[in-house]
C-alpha cells in the first residue's frame, strides 16, 4: 500500500510560479513510477507528468512542456513538480499518482490512469489573470 498526500497548491498571477509536492509513505519508493493529472471543473481528468522510478526519465504533457520540471527524491520518499510561467489554463486541481513498475507502469502507458495504482486527494491550484 502507498498512501499520497500532495501539498504546494495555493492562489498565483499569471507568469508566477509554484511547487508542488507529493509525499508518499509505504516501502520500496523508488520501484513505483509517478505521476501528476490535473482536472479542472467540467473537464477530464488530464495527464501532466511523469517519471520513472529512477527519476532518470520524465515525460510531460504537451501543455507544460517547457514550463513543468517532475523530479523525485527517493531517499525522502518525496516528489516534486516545479511549475513556472503559469497561466490561467493551469487551472485545476492537481493529483499525484503512484504506479507499480512491476505490474501496471511502463514507457507505454505512463499518461494513462490505468497506469497507476494509488492517488493522492489532490491539492487546487488556481492562477489569476
Known amino acids: 500500500q502507498v498512501q499520497l498526500v500532495e501539498s504546494g497548491g495555493g492562489l498565483v498571477q499569471t507568469g508566477g510560479s509554484l511547487r508542488l509536492s507529493c509525499a508518499a509513505s509505504?516501502?520500496?519508493?523508488?520501484?513505483?513510477?509517478m505521476g501528476w493529472f490535473r482536472q479542472a471543473p467540467g473537464k477530464e481528468r488530464e495527464f501532466v507528468a511523469a517519471?520513472?522510478?529512477?527519476?532518470?526519465?520524465?515525460y510531460y504533457g504537451d501543455s507544460v512542456k517547457g514550463r513543468f520540471t517532475f523530479s523525485r527524491d527517493n531517499a525522502k520518499n518525496m516528489v516534486y513538480l516545479q511549475m513556472n510561467s503559469l497561466k490561467p489554463e493551469d487551472t485545476a486541481v492537481y493529483y499525484c499518482?503512484?504506479?507499480?513498475?512491476?505490474?501496471?507502469?511502463?514507457?507505454?502507458?505512463?499518461?494513462?490512469?490505468?497506469?497507476?495504482?494509488?492517488w493522492g486527494p489532490g491539492t487546487q491550484v488556481t492562477v489569476s489573470s
Open positions: 499518482a503512484a504506479g507499480s513498475m512491476y505490474l501496471r507502469y511502463s514507457s507505454r502507458n505512463y499518461s494513462k490512469r490505468d497506469a497507476y495504482d494509488y
Open positions: 509505504g516501502r520500496s519508493f523508488s520501484s513505483y513510477g
Open positions: 517519471i520513472s522510478g529512477s527519476g532518470g526519465t520524465a
